[in-house]
């Protein structure tokens, strides 16, 4: 993201980082009322799902990049960064399986594989554009 400076791109910006904030202070507060209060029942359930609700609206941000992007090209290396991000969590994830059933590897949170997936995305990028200098 760091070369694009379209409209899109800092209505991304706007999106995305908002909402990467309220789940960090979603988080631990959900990690704090599990710890504390010891909700039970349908509360419990919205205390252990609501740090995945800012995480769908990044994913909704990325998405809404993707449509609003008129940029042919920004557009072009967004996409191909995602495939390369998509690519890398889903082959560490399943070579992480099969160790894992193998009694090899311990079982990690799944929460995690969205973050996985941001820096695979992220790490892809200036590769992706280095290609078009």
């Known amino acids: 993201m760091a070369q694009a400076k379209s409209a899109a791109a800092r209505r991304y910006l706007a999106r995305f980082f908002p909402a990467m904030l309220a ?4 988080l631990f507060g959900s990690i704090w ?3 504390n209060l010891e909700p039970k029942g349908p509360l419990l359930w919205l205390v ?8 769908i609206a990044a994913i ?5 990049y993707m449509v609003e992007e008129t940029d042919e090209f920004l557009r072009a290396i ?6 390369w991000g998509i690519g890398v969590t889903m ?5 992480w399986g099969f160790l894992e059933n193998a009694g090899l590897l311990p079982h990690p949170p799944l929460y ?3 973050p996985l997936f941001c820096a695979s995305f992220g790490l892809a990028q200036p590769f992706v554009s280095r290609r078009y200098r």
Do not use: E, H
């Open 23 to 26: 789940y960090v202070v979603v």
């Open 33 to 35: 009322a599990l710890g």
């Open 48 to 55: 252990a799902v609501a740090p995945a609700l800012p995480i």
């Open 60 to 64: 909704a941000a990325m998405g809404l």
């Open 78 to 83: 967004l996409a191909q960064s995602m495939l």
């Open 91 to 95: 082959a560490l994830c399943t070579v």
């Open 112 to 114: 995690l594989i969205f």
